[in-house]
Structures are given as structure tokens and as C-alpha cells.
């Protein structure tokens, strides 16, 4: 059985792998169901999902209703609303609502500010939008995904923000201290791009961004995952990372996320690749910021 873990101080329990919900926007509805239900089969309690994932949300509400499921969902939202503008207080309030009906639920589990820049979370009203909406019991939680200055204002506000989600694997190593500070606050944490999107996949410089940016600091840090393969190395890293609560793997692939769930599993690395994981992160890529 997959272990679960407190998501920080909001008594939510939730499996230590979750299955992030992008891809499920680039599936059909048949796809997507056979996947979540693929997921809750191996034990995974927690869907990660949000507006801009195409119909990610539609597919997980409607899989989730068919199976009478208790899991725990986080959404994520500040544009997209129907009739507002985005990053308004009317685009939270709609926001919300547009989520509620299609993820079939009463109340939103977790709603997070989805990558807005800090300035966005000081001066707009959305903060204030989504804690009415906690406060009127239509979120259960609230909280923050992104990087950066904004990351770590929401992170210095444990009483506004129960959750956070940020980026957190072996090539990507910039929050590990706000993690574990955040955790120590009782704020949720949860890793997103816990493979960082599996950069070994290629062998020449992908074209993608922020998958470009994995595959330069896999090359600069010219680490040896043995004896591990580099999907357990990446997945037993971020899962058992100081205050991580859960991470979030993004797959369409039942396989890949089987393998994530086995991995993590197994616990944390074994010490000696740890430090050699640590220290040619510290000589050759430290500094380097979370990828948003
Ligand atoms: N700003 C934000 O809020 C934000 C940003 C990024 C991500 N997220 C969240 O975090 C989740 C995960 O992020 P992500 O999908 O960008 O990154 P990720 O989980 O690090 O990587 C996903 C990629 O890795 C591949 N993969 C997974 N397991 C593999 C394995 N064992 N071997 C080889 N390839 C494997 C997947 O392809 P396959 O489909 O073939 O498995 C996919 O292309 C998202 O779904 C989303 O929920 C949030």
C-alpha cells in the first residue's frame, strides 16, 4: 500500500505520489478514466489539476464521480473565469465555482494561486478573493503554486496559505530549504516536476524550454544514477525530500506512474548517491533557480 502522508496542518491525508494532471487534458474522457482509475488502483489518493490543462478537470471530476472516490484534489485557477477578467477577485469567486461544477464537488479540497507574479498576490485582492471563498466553506484549503519571490512571500504567510506547491527534483534543487521551513510552519507541500521531466528521454537538446533547461543541468552535472536507473533515482529523491508531502508525477503512462509508486516505495536514496547527488549539484549547479 502506498503510504500517505499529513499535508501539513490541514489534516488532509494524501498518498506521497500523486498524479499531476496535465496530461490527462491531452487524453479523451476513456483515456483519462482508465488512467485515474489506473492511479487509485496503486493507491494514489491525490490528483493535481488545473483551469489551463484543457479538459483535465472535466475527465478527473467525472472519473472520480464514477467511482464514488474520497481522493483529494487540488485545483488551481486566477484566469480562465468565465465573464471575468483574469487575476481579478471576480475571477477567483467565478473561478471557483466553475471548478466546484466540473469537478463535481461541493468544495474545492485545495485551490491554488497558479503562478501569478508576487506583485499579482500584494496588490490585486485576489489573496483576499480566495480566503472568502475559504471562509465560505467553497475551498477547504488555500494556496500557492510557483516560483520565486512570489513562492516565498506565499511561504512567509502560513495563516493565508495552507498549501504550497513548487518544483523540487534532482535537477531542480532550489527549494529544498523552503520546503522544509514551509513544512515546519505547517504549510503543505507539494513537488511539482518531480522528474523534472525526464531529460535522459533524449539525446539531443530537446526544444522545449524548460525541458532544454533539465537536459543542460543533467549534462552539467555529469552524474552516474547507478546502481539506480534515473526515473527511481529522480522520484526517491523528490518524494522523500525534507517537508515534501507529496509529488505530483506527470504521466499519461499507467507504466510510468507504477514505476514512480515502486520507486518511492523503496525509500530514500541510498546515502552515497545522495552526497555525490549533493555535491556535484552544489559545485556545478547551485544557484540555479526553480524551473516555474
Ligand atoms: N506552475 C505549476 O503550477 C506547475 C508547473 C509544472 C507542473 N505542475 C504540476 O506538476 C505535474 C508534474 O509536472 P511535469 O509533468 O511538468 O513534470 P514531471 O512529472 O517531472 O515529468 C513529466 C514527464 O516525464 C515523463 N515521465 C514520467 N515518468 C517517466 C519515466 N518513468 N520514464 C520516462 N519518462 C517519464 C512523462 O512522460 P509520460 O507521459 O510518457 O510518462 C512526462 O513527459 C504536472 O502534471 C502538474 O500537475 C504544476
Redesign the pocket.
Known sequence: MLPSRSLGRTGLAVSCVGL????LGELDATAADRLVGRALDLGVTLF???RS?GPSEDHLGAALASRASRAIVVT?GGYGADGAADWTPDAIARGVEGARRRLRRDAVDVF?L??CPRGTLEGSGVVEALVREREAGRVRFAGY???GDALAWAAERPEIFDVL?C?L?VFDRANEALARAAAERGQGVLA???????PW?FAERPERG?VATYWDRMRALGLDPAPLA??EL?VRFAAHAPGVASI??????EG??A??VEGVARGPLPVELAERARGAWEARCGGAPGV?
Open positions: 499531476g494532471g496535465g496530461a493535481d489539476t488545473a490543462y488551481k491554488l497558479h503562478s503554486s510557483g516560483e506547491e518544483s527534483g511539482k516536476r518531480p522528474l523534472s521531466n525526464a528521454r524548460d534515473w526515473d529522480a505530483l508525477v506527470g504521466t499519461a503512462s510510468h506512474l514505476r514512480a516555474i
